[in-house]
């Protein structure tokens, strides 16, 4: 650990840096990709007693879209804590609700619900015409926003922290007091679908590219953490010289964070926070605030957790892309854990395993849905299943454990879904699932064995070189289902397209058996009815064994493999027979079992 004067010296240095690459994003340009932009500048002040605050933000919005804008929406997260709103009723009228809402927010009391209330908002100066609907504002625009112009909105707005239920909100079950996170009103994402104007019901978020300025006065006791770099060390009382806090006089003081180049400002705020500071080699520094006031042994695992994070930190940075930012912080507050901007916010009251576990599947949340911004909403599982298929890979690394599939049980997970009959195909929008289970397995397990069934299919190498290509491709932009097939296609030379139609795009299962042996002629069957490239180890009757491979024909070649390549086995016919070396005693289908087969009870013979 380096000390908060080390600390404060090196973010001095730091503090003019930009955070890696920018999208480069021109309408019309010979390049057809093209994103949104926003920089915000907002100035809040926090009422600690009340839990009310008032802020006034403005939003320069580029548009690098071909289309004219003739309105835009905006996001009021803290809209859904409120009696009667669309979280509170899907809540209370789901089969499996989550545990953390239930009912809770219906009985809330009118100084416990939260809101945002926009009191004005102008366009280049002019006033506008807007409605409040749930948790979205939907602006009429006085001039619509030409492509490739640059547009000032400004608003007064204030609002209401609710009672800690779901992410956000005050006085969480550990205490902390203020957990901010999609607090201010958030311009919401268009692109070449449109508007991406969700309502906020149960699930994440989507959000535009841009610079962030934030300047937040509070309580002068409150020590505050989040996205961004703290521009004013000496003006709320760290001393350069000594490391020393020496608060200024007068009840509040104003913390000003700068974050350039993401997708959204998340801050917490507590009275009694600890803040430790570790610096990763060659990489960011990495903060933790928590509680004083925790027991002993969660002080200790808080502790102990430091170092792992950094190496956490590297093991991402090696096997995905270099983190571009200048810090990142780990923060006790929330419900449970979520990533934001180069934070996560996590429970603290934890016993080891749990609080590792859980840093690690948030922070390589910074990769997955962060710096590789896919909506949450319409691919919650490149969000929540990539992340789960690297974060096992780091633990298991970090741990020194070892497991010959550190996925099983994402394959566990999956295959019970698949086989319950309440699986929905991976295109249903996240809030759209039947069952909140259904969506978890989904989203987390589906989701991770989606990548852990790749690398089977085109090969482990071919499935690291895609990931950093994916990587190198797509950081700081809003990549889609394709562009992580086509990509993986690049990388492997293979057609990939039927893999994720039939994985993501319907609910068909892989399923593949044997049908029988007869002296050195081994027949397979397919009975699901999703298409697979196939592995098969036989044991011959002298005990000897042999690999063979059966390329899919539709995939226009094979994976990269020392195993005997047979003839293609093409789709559409339902079995497939090969004439082994020498009489055969034993046949098994994929030894690995990093193919997701639903039924393994006859892989075997």
Not at 351 to 371: D, M, N, R, Y
Request: hydrophobic fraction near 35%; proline fraction near 5%.
């Amino acid at each position: 650990m380096i000390s908060n004067r080390i600390f404060l010296i090196f973010l001095a240095l730091t503090l003019s840096c930009a955070t890696g690459k920018a999208v480069s994003v021109q309408p019309n340009s010979s390049n057809t990709y093209w994103q949104q932009h926003v920089d915000y500048k907002m100035d809040i002040n926090m009422d600690v007693e009340t839990y009310r605050y008032t802020g006034n933000q403005e939003l320069i919005y580029t548009n690098n879209s071909p289309d004219v804008l003739g309105r835009v929406y905006y996001h009021l997260y803290f809209n859904a804590f409120q009696p009667g709103s669309e979280m509170d009723v899907r809540s209370r009228t789901i089969a499996d609700p989550d545990g953390r809402v239930g009912d809770r927010i219906s009985k809330l009391k009118p100084d416990e619900i939260g809101f945002i209330e926009v009191e004005s908002l102008t366009q280049n100066g002019e006033s506008l015409t807007y409605e409040v609907v749930g948790t979205v504002l939907e602006v009429t625009l006085n001039q619509p926003i030409q492509p490739g112009e640059k547009v000032t909105f400004n608003m007064n707005f204030n609002g209401q922290v609710p009672v800690q239920i779901r992410r956000s909100g005050r006085n969480n079950k550990e205490g902390v007091a203020l957990s901010m996170t999609q607090w201010y009103p958030k311009m919401a994402e268009y692109d070449d679908e449109g508007w991406h104007a969700d309502p906020y019901i149960a699930r994440e978020f989507h959000g535009v590219w841009g610079d962030f300025d934030v300047k937040i006065t509070i309580d002068k006791n409150y020590v505050l953490g989040g996205t961004g770099y703290l521009q004013n060390p000496n003006e709320i009382g760290y001393g350069y010289e000594t490391g020393a806090v020496k608060r200024p006089k007068g009840n509040t003081l104003t913390w000003h964070f700068v974050a350039p180049n993401v997708h959204d400002f998340t801050w917490a705020a507590d009275p009694e926070y600890l803040h430790d500071s570790i610096l990763v080699p060659d990489g960011p520094i990495i903060h933790f605030l928590y509680k004083k006031g925790l027991e002993a042994q969660y002080l200790e695992n808080w502790k102990k957790l430091q170092p792992l994070t950094v190496k956490l930190m590297e093991y991402f940075s090696e096997h995905i892309g270099e983190y571009p930012y200048k810090q990142y912080s780990v923060i006790q507050g929330g419900d449970g854990g979520m990533e934001y901007a180069m934070s996560t916010l996590i429970t603290g009251e934890r016993k080891f395993g749990s609080l590792i576990g859980v840093t690690a599947h948030e922070l390589a949340h910074t990769w997955f849905q962060f710096l590789l911004a896919t909506n949450e909403a319409k691919h919650e599982w490149m969000d929540e299943g990539f992340t789960s298929y690297i974060s096992s890979l780091a633990m298991q690394e970090v741990m020194e454990t070892e497991a010959s599939n550190p996925h099983q049980g994402s394959y566990r997970g999956y295959i019970y879904l698949a086989t319950s009959g309440k699986e929905q195909p991976l295109t249903t929008h996240a809030d759209r699932y039947e069952f909140n289970q259904a969506y978890s397995i989904s989203a987390y397990s589906k989701g991770a064995v989606f990548l852990a069934q790749l690398g089977y299919v085109i090969g482990e190498e071919n499935l690291k070189k895609t990931i950093k290509k994916y990587f190198d491709d797509f950081a700081f932009k809003h990549p889609k289902p394709m562009d992580i097939v086509r990509t993986a296609e690049k990388v492997s030379g293979l057609e990939l397209d039927w893999y994720l139609m039939d994985f993501a795009q319907t609910t068909n299962t892989v399923d593949y058996g044997i049908k029988g042996v007869e002296g050195t002629t081994v027949t397979l069957e397919r009975i699901g009815l999703m298409p697979m490239p196939i592995d098969v180890v036989v044991t011959y009757t002298d005990g000897s064994t042999e690999e063979f491979y059966i390329p899919l024909q539709m995939m226009r070649g094979e994976k990269p493999t020392a195993a005997k390549v047979l003839d293609d086995w093409a789709w559409a016919y339902p079995s497939y027979s090969f004439e082994a070396s020498k009489d055969v005693a034993n046949v098994e289908i994929d030894p690995s079992q990093l193919m997701a087969d639903v039924d393994r009870s006859n892989n075997k013979m």
